[in-house]
């Protein structure tokens, strides 16, 4: 059965009467998918609520499990109005008794996407732009925390690879395809840009990545997690699991990175798993400076994206 056929008998199964769209990396023709990909389905009908309106289902083929569909009920109000929910690319299914060739809905939303993609990159780039100011002022004071500015330094360094996949790319990043869309970035773009991925990837330390790097970092991140027994930590960590036993790495690293920015970047999470957050991140406490220079050298990366 192929992907399609597998997305469509699914839905006719389980949400036959509603409008529904695949998003994600399978809906991405630009990108090769892993077998641990889960299948991103939002589903709209007027009759859902926002209430617990994601939710997880294991299909299971010859006995085995063989994909994961992750759910999101919204009503089209709730659809028009979250913010958190974009997407650049989607595949289209209508329900059975709508049947409509198109839904206003998904491409509305999907036009959002688009024209307000250059605006959204602008200011995610000038929020790197302060925060690497904030850390080169936190340099001159007389107590320094190397530790602390080295992790931040490396969150940065990630959200700046995001918006070079976002800016050269034209779409959303993809958390289990960093490495994938960067090296795409670096093969149609020019040496300079090549040039300036590959300081930040140094800067990141990813020669560094290895499969004890990468255990060593898992471990600590379910520490952090310990008390988090939501499905998406399973899943997260079933990817991890994926790209361990297939040797990659570096695929690995960056979807722990990706993981700390978008959940671990409040002050209260950096104060609370200070110790745990270092370890998760393999950072390398580097002199003042070294941190100087390689912060000077992001800061001018990120202005020349504008």
């Known amino acids: 059965m192929d992907e399609d056929q597998e997305v ?3 839905l006719q199964k389980n949400l036959p009467q509603s409008d529904s769209i695949l998003v994600g990396c399978r809906a ?18 007027d009759s859902y609520s926002s209430k617990n309106n994601l939710s997880y289902c294991n299909e299971f083929s010859n006995g085995k499990q063989n994909t994961v569909f992750q759910i999101r009920k919204l009503s089209p109000n709730e659809l028009r109005e979250n913010q958190c929910i974009q997407f650049s690319n989607f595949v289209y299914y209508p329900g059975r008794f709508l049947k409509r060739m198109e839904s206003n809905h998904f491409n509305q939303k999907n036009q959002i996407y688009h024209k307000s993609f ?17 850390l080169i002022n936190s340099l001159s004071k007389d107590s320094v925390d190397e530790g602390l ?5 490396k969150m940065i360094c990630l ?18 395809h960093l490495k994938y869309q960067i090296n ?27 499969i004890s790097t990468l255990v060593r970092s898992e471990k600590s991140l379910e520490l952090i997690m310990r ?29 722990i990175y990706n993981h700390l920015v978008d959940n671990f970047q409040e002050i209260e999470q950096a104060a609370s798993y200070k110790q745990l ?21 992001l800061l001018k990366i990120n202005k020349q994206i504008i």
């Open 227 to 255: 008390n988090d027994q939501s499905h998406t930590k399973k899943l997260f960590l079933n990817k991890l699991n994926f790209f361990k036993k297939n040797s990659m790495n570096v695929d690995g690293m960056l979807l």
């Open 159 to 176: 959200k700046t690879l995001r918006n070079y996949i976002n800016s050269y790319l034209g779409k959303e990043h993809r958390p289990s």
């Open 184 to 210: 795409s970035v670096i093969q149609k773009e020019s040496l300079k840009v090549r040039e300036r991925i590959d300081s930040i990837l140094e800067t990141i330390g990813m020669h560094r990545a290895n």
């Open 149 to 153: 500015i080295s992790f931040k330094l």
């Open 118 to 134: 250059r605006f959204r990159l602008r200011k995610e780039v000038f929020g790197n732009v302060c925060d690497l100011t904030y």
């Open 277 to 297: 957050l270092r370890r998760t991140a393999d950072i390398d406490i580097k002199s003042k400076m070294t941190l100087e220079k390689e912060i000077n050298l």
């Open 28 to 45: 991405d023709d630009d990108i090769n998918v892993h077998e641990c990909c889960e299948y991103n389905i939002i589903s709209i009908d």
């Open 8 to 10: 469509i008998c699914f």
